[in-house]
T-cell receptor, first 115, second 116 residues
Framework: DTGVSQDPRHKITKRGQNVTFRCDPI?????LYWYRQTLGQGPEFLTYFQNEAQLEKSRLLSDRFSAERPKGSFSTLEIQRTEQGDSAMYLC?????????????FGPGTRLTVL | AQTVTQSQPEMSVQEAETVTLSCTYD???????LFWYKQPPSRQMILVIR??????QNATENRFSVNFQKAAKSFSLKISDSQLGDAAMYFC?????????????FGKGTKLSVKP
């Protein structure tokens, strides 16, 4: 399978704990995006990378959130001191370098539940 | 700031019939792209159809077509000959144009049910 993969698929944690999610994009894609989706809502943008550079961050990305893409391949999203409001589906997407219209391919998501 | 509005939280269609999902957006930019994504239950989001704002011709992909009204900032999705596998959440999304390849801005979605 050469699609976008995310790990873990589900994570249950207690409030105050740190969690880290991983995203592996499609291999030739240089852009990688993180979104958050809560129940009944559309995905909301968190941050995006072009290669290893983090080019844009949403105001939703508080200082408890940090994302990295150290070698321009996989990416990690860490949430420190989790809160119940962090419970959501975290989606990763990737897209390739091309002119004009470029499709974002989504992974299956990591569902986070904070107790 | 750009916004995307989907005013129909839920829609229902009979198998083999046609259904139209509505989407409006707000932007001051002239160069942008519009998308419809499908998210089946417990499955990942996939692209259904896309439209460049500078193209007047409406995009079509098999049973899926759009009605793009740029002046009205409207971008509806028509699904013809609906099938049971079309049941899903459908999200309308906007992305600014240029070379930025930036993030998508999504609406809240429309849940489509298909009745056999």
């Amino acid at each position: 399978d050469t699609g976008v993969s995310q790990d873990p698929r589900h994570k249950i944690t207690k409030r105050g704990q740190n969690v880290t999610f991983r995203c592996d994009p499609i291999s030739e894609h240089n852009r990688l995006y993180w979104y958050r989706q809560t129940l009944g809502q559309g995905p909301e943008f968190l941050t995006y990378f072009q290669n290893e550079a983090q080019l844009e961050k949403s105001r939703l990305l508080s200082d408890r959130f940090s994302a990295e893409r150290p070698k321009g391949s996989f990416s990690t999203l860490e949430i420190q001191r989790t809160e119940q409001g962090d419970s959501a589906m975290y989606l990763c997407a990737s897209s390739g370098e091309s002119r004009g219209l470029s499709e974002q391919f989504f992974g299956p998501g990591t569902r986070l539940t904070v107790l | 700031a750009q916004t995307v509005t989907q005013s129909q939280p839920e829609m229902s269609v009979q198998e083999a019939e046609t259904v139209t999902l509505s989407c409006t957006y707000d932007t001051s930019e002239s160069d942008y792209y519009l998308f419809w994504y499908k998210q089946p239950p417990s499955r990942q989001m996939i692209l259904v159809i896309r439209q460049e704002a500078y193209k007047q011709q409406n995009a079509t992909e098999n049973r899926f077509s759009v009605n793009f009204q740029k002046a009205a900032k409207s971008f509806s999705l028509k699904i013809s000959d609906s099938q049971l596998g079309d049941a899903a959440m459908y999200f309308c999304a906007y992305r600014r144009g240029g070379g930025s390849q930036g993030n998508l801005i999504f609406g809240k979605g429309t849940k489509l049910s298909v009745k056999p």
